[in-house]
């Protein structure tokens, strides 16, 4: 089957200049011209096209390149891992987020000692606690985002139960992609024991996540429906 660039852009309701910028990418398939100097598209560079239209919003277009770029080779498996390993990645997130909400809806992290005195933590702890690499609570710091309190006889940093909560919120903005400006006056509120606007932040960026992953399902189902076209008869890579 040939298909005019017309017609494809037609399908996918976008414009034909659209789809000589995809090719452009390197990812599709060589394609001929007909003797007008027209191109002619077939069935599988459909199937590229949709398949790129459908991963780009959930993914991303470097990701998306990345993966297409692996199929091209026959590089099924390697194309699939990216694709997990970034799902994966959404899965921490997901689950920072839920935490967060947790932890603004109740006095879980509130630590005190045997006495009922605050326990104060190590970054290293409040690493382990929050899934926040150290290195990105440091560079919170020089941001201006968290202030930090230092033990007077070490000097090492130490956090309070809300300077955590004050972390993992900022975590939880960062993976859905709020202004900085949005983190620090949520933060602010934090400073004022406000956790109302915290918590509506946190939730909505929860259904970020939400709609993330189900934006990924679909370009996943693309992908592999373009995988089954243009996989070798023989199943190998």
């Known amino acids: 089957m040939k298909v005019r ?15 000589r910028h995809y090719e452009s990418w390197g990812i599709l398939p060589p394609v001929e011209r007909g003797a007008n100097g027209y191109r002619i598209y077939t069935a599988t560079h459909i ?13 991303g277009v470097d990701t998306t390149i990345k993966v297409l770029q ?4 026959q590089e099924i498996d390697e194309a699939l891992w990216i694709v997990n390993e970034a799902q994966a990645s959404l899965q921490r997130d997901k689950d920072m987020a839920e935490k967060t909400i947790k932890v603004l809806d109740t006095k879980e992290l509130d630590n005190v000692d045997a006495r009922g ?5 190590t970054i290293g702890e409040v690493s382990k606690e929050t899934s926040v690499p150290a290195s990105a609570i440091r560079h919170w710091e020089k941001m201006g985002l968290i202030s930090v309190s230092r033990n007077g006889d070490n000097g090492y940093r130490t956090f309070s139960p809300t300077q955590i909560r004050q972390i993992l919120i900022i975590g939880t903005l960062r993976t859905a992609i709020w202004s900085l400006e949005t983190i620090k ?20 960026s929860l259904q970020f996540l939400n709609n993330t992953n189900r934006s990924r399902m679909r370009g996943i189902r693309y992908l592999y429906r373009l995988i089954e076209l243009s996989e070798p008869a023989d199943g190998k890579s």
């Open 5 to 19: 660039p017309i017609d494809i852009a037609k399908r996918l309701n976008i414009s034909t200049s659209s789809l």
């Open 47 to 59: 199937a590229y096209f949709e398949c790129i239209r459908a991963m780009s919003p959930g993914f």
């Open 70 to 73: 692996l199929l091209r080779r």
């Open 117 to 121: 005195r605050r326990r104060w933590m």
């Open 185 to 204: 006056n949520v933060i602010k509120e934090l400073d004022h024991n406000n956790l109302e606007q915290a918590r509506r932040v946190a939730r909505d």
